[in-house]
């Protein structure tokens, strides 16, 4: 049984729609991450899932059955970290052992408020009297999240969790999420812009776009201003002497159309090797490699002009040693594999 299943879901602020998903389902105990530029409806689909905001239409089953906002069935178990996250003009200790409190679990409530500290990097000793004011930014953003570990939740859904803080306090806040999903199977969802992290952490990514699904994986996405090319395709300037040549949309040529790259439909050749036939083809330079979790898949991060690109690299070319970052590959790509949206 999927853990969340959402079905016909609309969302729409002040009559504007913000978030449309025909059918989406997200399996017990997985690492699912969200990707997406700024205002595709991350955070819009985190606050749904965490049953804080209620869609205008649609439904969302959580464990098989419907869930409502703050139903029982939810409450503690499905727990959201939102990117401002909010503290409780108290101590640190009063904070994290908040949600125990109002939940009424029975535990250890010093025991669990010490170990949740603890998981975030922060010392008990030295933390759980200050109050809330007498924290920096990177510090608060660990407490808060120390105040969601010590549920225990089933849910972890986590919003930009590592934005504006330094990487030693993201290190701490990805490893305490990672100790969560090892030691009591919580299932992660998580957004964020660092594509790295993603990749090394999730078992899929899924992409959004304007409100919608576009899919599994990586995506690349092309804005345009789009200009008629040759064989009566459109291309987009991406940078010196490059340009991104497509099929038209079906319903014709506009130039604000967007097109998206699927990574797999990308093939990556070094500078001097053949290219299949009947691909057009970009050059640009390596800027990273990731390798995939559970894909165990090379993801290569190219930048062609200033537009960032993925594709996968196959393990018999990672051995060539030519596609490492700084140098320059080329992206082979079939002008019909390309997706309007
Ligand atoms: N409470 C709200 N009232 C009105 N509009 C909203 C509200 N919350 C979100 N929006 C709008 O919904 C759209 C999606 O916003 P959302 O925060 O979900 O995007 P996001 O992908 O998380 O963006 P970011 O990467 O910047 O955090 C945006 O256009 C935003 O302005």
Not at 313 to 320: C, D, F, N, Q, V
């Amino acid at each position: 049984m999927p853990l969340f299943e959402l079905h016909r879901i609309l969302q729409a602020y002040a009559g504007r729609t913000v978030l449309t998903i025909d059918a989406w389902q997200v399996p017990e105990g997985k690492i699912v991450g969200l990707c997406g530029p700024n205002g595709s409806g991350k955070s819009t689909l985190l606050r749904l899932l965490g049953f804080v905001e209620r869609p205008v239409r649609g439904t969302i089953h959580y464990q098989g059955r419907p869930a409502e906002p703050y139903a029982d069935a939810v409450r503690g178990r499905v727990v959201l970290l939102p990117q401002a996250s909010y503290m409780l003009r108290r101590t640190v200790y009063k904070n994290v052992a908040y949600g125990l409190r109002i939940g009424r679990v029975r535990c250890d409530i010093r025991q669990r408020v010490g170990e949740s500290l603890g998981l975030v990097g922060l010392d008990p000793d030295a933390f759980a009297q200050r109050p809330w004011f007498a924290l920096s930014g990177g510090e608060a953003r660990r407490v808060a999240l120390a105040a969601r570990l010590v549920l225990r939740p089933r849910v972890l859904l986590l919003d930009e969790p590592t934005a504006s803080v330094d990487s030693a306090s993201a290190q701490m806040i990805q490893a305490a999420a990672l100790h969560a999903h090892r030691q009591w199977g919580t299932c992660l969802i998580v957004t964020s812009h660092d594509h790295h992290w993603l990749q090394d952490t999730c078992d899929e990514t899924v992409h959004l776009f304007q409100g919608r699904i576009l899919g599994r994986g990586d995506f690349t996405l092309v804005f345009g201003p789009w200009q008629p090319g040759e064989n009566r395709r459109l291309a987009a300037p991406l940078g010196r002497d490059q340009w991104l040549t497509l099929d038209p949309p079906p319903a014709g040529a506009a130039e604000s159309d967007i097109a998206a790259l699927d990574a797999r439909h990308l093939t990556l050749h070094a500078l001097t090797d053949p290219l299949p036939p009947g691909t057009a083809v970009v050059e640009g330079t390596i800027t990273a490699l990731a390798l995939g979790k559970t894909s165990g898949q090379i993801s290569v991060s190219l930048t062609v002009g200033a537009t960032p690109f993925t594709a996968y690299l196959p393990p018999e070319m990672a051995a060539t040693g030519h596609f490492t970052p700084g140098n320059k590959a080329r992206l082979a790509y079939s002008p019909d594999a390309v997706r309007w949206v």
